[in-house]
């Protein structure tokens, strides 16, 4: 498959920071905080990244506005089929996921994009998210995703054993797929 155009690519960009914006303002003011003990069991987090991040459960994850134009670029954006997303410091994970048997581990794994997003700033992790999964066509390929899913597994193998996900991230946010 050719390159896509890239004023498509910059439109694609445009339309997914407006889409997180607008879903962050419009999840966070009906998401939840974590409990001060809950807090305490994440010892990987920075304590005022745990504070300010709200998370909700919903049914199914939302699909943004532009999986069309997606789609016209060879890429599949049904995030109705997974798991978890997140906007910036607030993210959502489906009623059904919450209640699978490691819901820890997708909280662990949201929080690991909250990190990027903290370290980023929304537009440059949108566009990293976005040009990595233009030149991957593969969600478990993209970079930022790599770097949570290696997180998220380091966590799973001994949650005893605290390490800074804020140093992990800080360490890899300038990866790109090339």
């Not at 939840?32 to 920075?46: G, I, N, W, Y």
């Not at 949201?110 to 999964?133: I, K, M, N, P």
């Not at 966590?155 to 360490?171: E, G, P």
Request: proline content about 6%.
């Amino acid at each position: 498959m050719s390159a896509p155009d890239p004023e498509k690519v910059a439109r694609f960009i445009e339309g997914g920071r407006a889409w997180v914006r607008q879903q962050r303002d419009l999840h966070r003011s009906l998401g939840q905080s974590f409990t001060a003990e809950f807090r305490r069991t994440l010892p990987f987090f920075p304590p005022s990244l745990l504070e300010r991040v709200r998370w909700r459960a919903v049914p199914v994850l939302p699909n943004p506005p532009f999986v069309a134009q997606a789609a016209a670029m060879g890429l599949d954006l049904d995030f109705s089929k997974m798991d978890g997303i997140t906007f910036d410091d607030t993210f959502l994970i489906t009623i059904a996921a919450g209640q699978g048997a490691d819901p820890g581990a997708l909280v662990f794994h949201e929080l690991v994009h909250v990190v990027q997003y903290s370290v980023l700033g929304v537009d440059e992790f949108v566009e990293q998210y976005a040009t990595g999964l233009i030149a991957s066509r593969d969600y478990h390929a993209i970079p930022l995703e790599l770097v949570a899913y290696a997180c998220q597994a380091r966590f799973i193998d001994n949650r005893a054993q605290a390490f800074s996900v804020q140093d992990v991230v800080q360490k890899t946010v300038g990866l790109r797929h090339t």
